[in-house]
């Protein structure tokens, strides 16, 4: 099977007006994309379409310190079957809300998701999914397959001492529904994602790790810079293009 590599818009800064046109390019037919309004999902379908790309995974809101978050998060997963997308990608941060009802709320998110198909993917934020072990914690106690982790290269490093990207990984594999493919120079707590390649993630293990166990995809990248740059268009597209290139040379697509 094929790797599946996509592209977060935000990756491009500012300057996503010509991401479309851009990926179509460099041959990239894949994007994480915001959850579009009920209006606005044909028009954005249609755009998609016209741009040879096809949305992978979707940007929602999931709110799981609300009592209402289930029902506040049907018109999600109704607007990602509408578009035929699998994947919702979210950040949960639980706080002082008692775990068993946080638990029992994402069990509840992952009953509704399952009758599409859907994986309700967490990021790797604290203070639910921010390390391999808190990942897995949070997996089992909830034990539903629609609710998955959302792997962050990147983010391990930021919010964890003496971690790497595939000794965390190693400990979630079952668990892994969508990975972010992000760099980072390792510092804590560092703002410091540059091109894919550029960082200390060794991607070559972590895809390998991911495909022995029958993961594929989607792979995307986030390509979220370096603290006081000032990239002009040319260089954020230069930026995505690059790390394209780098998953091509160390042979993962």
Same mark, same amino acid.
């Not at 510092?187 to 495909?211: C, S």
């Given at each position: @099977? ?9 990756? !491009?800064?500012?300057?996503? *007006? /010509?991401? !479309? ?5 460099? $041959?990239?037919?894949?994007? #994480? ?6 209006? +606005? ?14 949305? =992978? +995974?979707?940007? $929602? ?13 049907? &018109? =999600? ?5 509408? @578009? ?18 946080? !638990? ?6 992952? #009953?509704?998701?399952?009758?599409? /198909?859907?994986?309700?993917?967490? *990021?790797?934020? &604290?203070?639910?999914?921010?390390? $391999?072990?808190?990942?897995? #914690?949070? @997996?089992?106690?909830?034990?539903? &397959?629609?609710?998955?982790? %959302?792997?962050?290269? $990147?983010?391990? !490093? ?5 971690? =790497? ?24 707590? =560092? ?19 991911? %495909?022995?166990? /029958? ?13 006081? #740059? ?24």
């Amino acid at each position: @099977m094929e790797n599946i590599i996509a592209c977060n818009l935000g990756s !491009y800064r500012q300057f996503s *007006e /010509g991401a !479309y046109t851009h990926l179509a390019e460099i $041959g990239l037919t894949n994007v #994480e994309i915001g959850v579009p309004s009920v209006e +606005s999902v044909d028009a954005v379908q249609s755009e998609l379409k016209a741009h040879g790309l096809t949305a =992978t +995974s979707l940007l $929602g809101r999931c709110d799981i310190q609300s009592e209402t978050v289930v029902s506040d998060f049907q &018109p =999600t997963l109704e607007i990602a079957d509408k @578009m035929g997308v699998k994947i919702i990608f979210v950040s949960v941060h639980a706080g002082d809300t008692d775990r068993d009802a946080v !638990y029992d709320r994402l069990r509840a998110i992952g #009953e509704n998701a399952a009758p599409g /198909g859907i994986k309700v993917c967490l *990021e790797t934020h &604290p203070d639910l999914i921010h390390n $391999g072990d808190i990942a897995l #914690e949070t @997996m089992q106690a909830v034990s539903h &397959p629609n609710i998955c982790v %959302n792997f962050d290269t $990147g983010n391990v !490093y930021y919010y964890n001492h003496n971690v =790497t990207a595939v000794s965390e990984v190693q400990k979630v594999v079952p668990h892994v529904g969508a990975v972010h493919l992000k760099d980072t120079n390792g510092g804590y707590r =560092t703002w410091h994602f540059p091109a894919l390649g550029e960082g200390v993630v060794d991607y070559k293990a972590v895809f390998q790790i991911l %495909n022995d166990a /029958g993961f594929y995809g989607p792979f995307t990248m986030e390509l979220e810079g370096i603290e006081g #740059e000032n990239l002009d268009e040319a260089g954020a597209k230069a930026r995505v293009a690059d790390s394209l290139q780098h998953l091509k040379d160390i042979g993962v697509i």
